[in-house]
């Protein structure tokens, strides 16, 4: 299916029909786009990759980016009249949030203020600075609700490099792991690129996405090249999410 005969592969050439389970599209109600204008910008870029299936999903981080589904659904509604005034018929996009495990989680949880994923996931995330304190019993409130966690990014939390085998003991809880494409470089650092690169060799990546904010994070995406050998154990990954969620 794949020609493996090249040493570095452009990543892009391999997200043709894939489904972007993690992004900040929606306009105007977190650090993602602002204006309808830049929602259109990035879809544009993607499409020109091959992605037209997204399910976007904006903070709801209390203090900071305090979402409710009505604020949410207000902007998804927006970008869908945009798509259309932009005559991008063939885009596809479906609403969803990523949920930081903070001292409001389970209170939303509780009272149905969450927005899943395709009615049976939940994309969650910590802090970069310190490991929720509740975040063992947030998961298992999730569970509890009949939800499948998914943990975004998980190779951006630096203070579980150094343990690394609380990876592993999340992954019996029953957590879904999601990769961020851009950790493949050193976007975002060299021990974060180390750790997505440890996580995939051990078979810990359950799905991968873009987390794009912005354009420059989009041509940083473009430029991304994957060696043979993790191309290999990417792959099913790709194909995973897109069969997962198409």
């Keep these: ?6 040493k570095k592969k452009f990543l892009v050439d391999y997200l043709k029909g894939f489904v972007d389970i993690h992004n900040h599209i929606l306009p105007g109600i977190d650090d993602g786009a602002k204006t309808i ?14 992605v037209k299936k997204f399910i976007c999903t904006p903070h709801i ?3 900071y980016y ?43 949880l509780k ?7 395709r009615k049976n996931y939940l994309l969650i995330e910590m802090s970069y600075l310190q490991a929720s304190i509740n975040f063992n019993g947030a998961v ?7 939800f499948f966690p998914i943990l975004a990014h998980p190779e951006r939390y630096i203070y579980l490099h150094d343990t690394f085998s609380k990876y592993g003991n999340y992954k019996e809880k029953g ?25 995939l060799d051990e078979r810990l990546i359950d799905y991968v996405a873009s ?26 990954v790709i194909e995973r999410t897109i069969d997962n969620f198409f």
């Design 37 to 50: 204008d830049d929602s259109i910008q990035l879809i544009k870029g993607f499409s020109e990759i091959g």
């Design 1 to 6: 299916m794949f020609d493996f005969f090249i």
């Design 66 to 108: 305090p979402n409710t589904p009505e604020t949410i659904l207000s902007s998804y509604n927006s970008l869908k009249d945009g798509l259309l005034d932009s005559n991008l018929k063939e885009v596809s996009i479906e609403v969803s949030a990523e949920h930081m495990i903070d001292d409001n989680f389970e209170n939303i």
């Design 175 to 199: 957590i879904l792991f999601q990769l961020n494409l851009l950790s493949l470089t050193d976007f975002y650092g060299k021990d974060v690129q180390k750790a997505a690169f440890r996580l």
């Design 61 to 63: 981080m209390n203090n």
């Design 211 to 236: 987390d794009v904010h912005n354009m420059n994070q989009l041509r940083n995406l473009k430029e991304v090249k994957v060696s043979n050998t993790k191309m290999k154990t990417l792959i099913p």
């Design 111 to 117: 009272n149905g203020k969450i927005m899943p994923m």
């Design 140 to 146: 298992a409130a999730v569970a509890s609700e009949r």
